[in-house]
């Protein structure tokens, strides 16, 4: 199964829980990030692993490669000396070896592979690591402008704002009570020559206005009582 095969069954299951118990969004993009950055670090120490095992290998294929020339100088020097059955033997240890450096050779392919296979991993994995974190603000700030919306919505739904406003009706007729119960002690109450003066005074500003208005008309007030009494 491949890291990312594994990684989205992981995150499946994962997210499919938390839709089930209707946990909120940040909780789930938190939990896909925390999901990526820990694949991202089991992929890492999976390439160091490869690595250190590839440098293993090739010192473990240069010593065999060595030691193949070795028994080759062997063979070339006993056959010198008229020695074919020396010869002969060391070339079959060189045989051997041979076999060993294939079986290496494999083991070395194989890492190699996994070696680009892990690089190609981890180079999808930061990509989707950074699109996730760059979704998480993008939906921090719709969920919160969510979430503040729907609580005004709840507060207004839920009667609260109808009961303060009522509250705010109780006040203003309570105030009606008292501005009445203040009005009440002018009733009846002898006109002062300070309240009688003033009304003498707007009287006089009105007659005034009353005489500008008719003199701009073109109408006097001794004409317009004479033609009414002619008619």
């Known amino acids: 199964m491949g890291v990312f095969t594994r990684f ?16 909120d969004p940040e909780k789930m993009i938190r939990l896909i990030i925390q999901e990526m950055e820990d694949t991202l670090v089991e992929v890492r120490t999976t390439a160091a692993k490869t690595i250190a095992d590839k440098k293993t290998v090739e010192r473990k294929l240069s010593r065999v490669a060595e030691a193949m020339n070795e028994w080759q100088r062997k063979a070339e020097m006993a056959y010198a000396k008229n020695r074919e059955d020396l010869t002969r ?18 083991e070395l392919e194989a890492l190699e592979h996994a070696m680009q296979q892990g690089e190609t991993d981890i180079v999808k994995l ?3 690591l950074t699109e996730a974190k760059a979704k998480q603000k993008t939906i921090k700030a719709r ?15 839920d009667g609260r704002i109808e009961e ?27 006109r ?12 006089a500003a009105i007659e005034e206005e009353l005489a500008a208005i008719r003199a701009k008309m073109g109408k006097g007030g001794t004409g317009e009582s004479a033609g009414g009494e002619g008619q």
Do not use: C, W
Request: hydrophobic fraction near 40%.
């Open 8 to 23: 989205a069954d992981i995150i499946s299951s994962n997210v499919n829980a938390m839709l089930d118990k209707a946990e």
């Open 89 to 106: 033997a060391a070339l079959i240890e060189k045989s051997k070896l041979a076999e060993t450096a294939k079986g290496l050779e494999d």
């Open 126 to 128: 930061q990509e989707k």
């Open 143 to 157: 969920h919160d402008t969510a979430s503040s919306r729907l609580k005004v919505r709840r507060q207004f739904f």
């Open 164 to 190: 303060a406003f009522a509250r705010f009706d109780q006040v203003e007729k309570r105030l009606d009570d008292i501005e009445g119960q203040v009005e009440s002690y002018d009733l009846g109450k002898p």
């Open 192 to 203: 002062t020559l300070h309240e009688e003066l003033a009304d003498l005074e707007a009287e």
